[in-house]
């Protein structure tokens, strides 16, 4: 499988942006799908974006479109999760995964077998 490592995490006032960055071990284009899930205290983990696997299909959670961006850099094996107009709801433990059974990535979170370790995104009001 392969790893994962999430960064670009913080404290961030409402209303302001975060950049939150994935490294995969190996390459991902054409072979997984990548998504971002979270995970408030006390609250199941739940879907917030994903991309597939060639990079040309992005899907949002409701709650969260119009406000973040997914994205890929295939050279770097990274994936990105631009975060802007952020709101105190948005505070989790953000978690890469990845996907090598679902082209087109998905919201639910058993098809991805490739987890990070999380990084958490604070915003106060």
């Known amino acids: 499988q392969v790893q994962l490592v999430e960064s670009g995490g913080g404290l961030v006032q409402a209303g302001g942006s975060l950049r939150l960055s994935c490294v995969a071990s190996?390459?991902?284009?054409?072979?997984?799908?990548m998504g971002w899930f979270r995970q408030a205290p006390g609250k199941e983990r739940e879907f917030v974006a994903s991309?597939?696997?060639?990079?040309?299909?992005?899907d949002y959670a409701d709650s969260v479109k119009g406000r973040f961006t997914i994205s890929g850099d295939n050279a770097k094996n990274t994936v990105y999760l631009q975060m802007d107009s952020l709101k105190p709801e948005d505070t989790a433990v953000y978690y890469c995964?990845?996907?090598?059974?679902?082209?087109?990535?998905?919201?639910?979170?058993?098809?991805?077998?490739?987890w990070g370790q999380g990084t958490q995104v604070t915003v106060s009001s």
């Open positions: 991309i597939s696997w060639s990079g040309g299909y992005a």
């Open positions: 995964a990845a996907s090598n059974v679902s082209p087109r990535g998905s919201t639910d979170s058993r098809v991805y077998a490739s």
């Open positions: 190996a390459r991902t284009f054409g072979k997984y799908a």
